[in-house]
């Protein structure tokens, strides 16, 4: 019997635990996922589990050619750039196969009012002359540098705590973990009297509500552009990916 052909999900996303789940189905095939650790309790995908950073692009060469990875495929979040960065050159420093899951990144559609900017410190420059009461949901570590606008109140949405070493905008944390619905965004919108959003475009279902709701309402929000992604093969969803590994056996 061959040895069984080993598939490094780069993952902590919803995508990447579906990709797992699947994958983990297939004959002579070995699934290791691997999670950055920033989520203090995240839900473990099937198969096995490595949890940690790599230590950079030249910690992933070593980590692919010691285990013998034969498939890597990079399933992080948008906005995890530099890993994926690392993946493409590890990957071809290693010559093995490589694969990038994207999930589509939301539209602006009709009723929408965003402000797009490329990058965190862009938005914090355009608040600094906004009002009012303010709605960031970009996770917890880029908290910080909102700091500097003494003159607004954030309510601040993440799984975990952030890190207590860091300055935090004065306002409110609230600790949840999507899928967030439709009601409960508009429930939240409006106890707070939000009055603009500031997200990244992080694309998929379970955030998106804040989207629609804040259409619904004519809120604006402040939406953060994806970062630039290496030049390798991309799919959007699963089954596509599915199919690319499958290929590739």
Not at 18 to 29: H, K, P, R, T
Not at 57 to 81: K, M, R, S, W
Not at 121 to 128: D, F, G, I, K, N
């Amino acid at each position: 019997m061959s040895d069984p052909r080993r598939v490094l999900i780069l993952g902590g996303t919803g995508d990447a635990m579906e990709l797992a789940a699947i994958a983990s189905q297939l004959n002579e095939v070995e699934v290791v996922s691997s999670l950055a650790g920033r989520t203090q309790q995240p839900t473990a995908p099937i198969g096995s589990v490595r949890v940690g950073g790599f230590g950079g692009e030249a910690g992933l060469v070593a980590y692919l050619q010691e285990y013998q990875v034969n498939y890597l495929i990079d399933a992080t979040h948008p906005f995890a750039a530099q890993i994926s960065w690392n993946a493409a050159a590890a990957t071809t420093k290693a010559d093995i196969p490589h694969l990038m899951l994207v999930r589509p990144a939301w539209q602006k559609e009709s009723g929408d009012c965003w402000l797009e900017v490329d990058h965190i410190e862009a938005a914090v420059t355009l608040l600094e002359n906004q009002t009012g009461r303010i709605f960031l949901t970009i996770g917890r570590q880029q908290l910080a540098p909102f700091a500097r606008l003494q003159h607004l109140w954030f309510l601040m949405r993440s799984i975990d705590p952030p890190d207590a070493s860091l300055p935090l905008p004065q306002g409110e944390m609230l600790y949840d973990r999507g899928p967030f619905r439709l009601e409960q965004e508009r429930k939240l919108l409006i106890d707070y009297n939000i009055n603009l959003i500031v997200s990244k475009n992080s694309g998929g279902n379970a955030t998106y509500a804040k989207v629609i709701a804040a259409r619904e309402m004519g809120i604006p929000i402040v939406m953060v552009n994806r970062p630039a992604t290496p030049p390798v093969t991309q799919v959007s969803t699963v089954d596509d990916a599915m199919d690319w590994l499958k290929n590739s056996l």
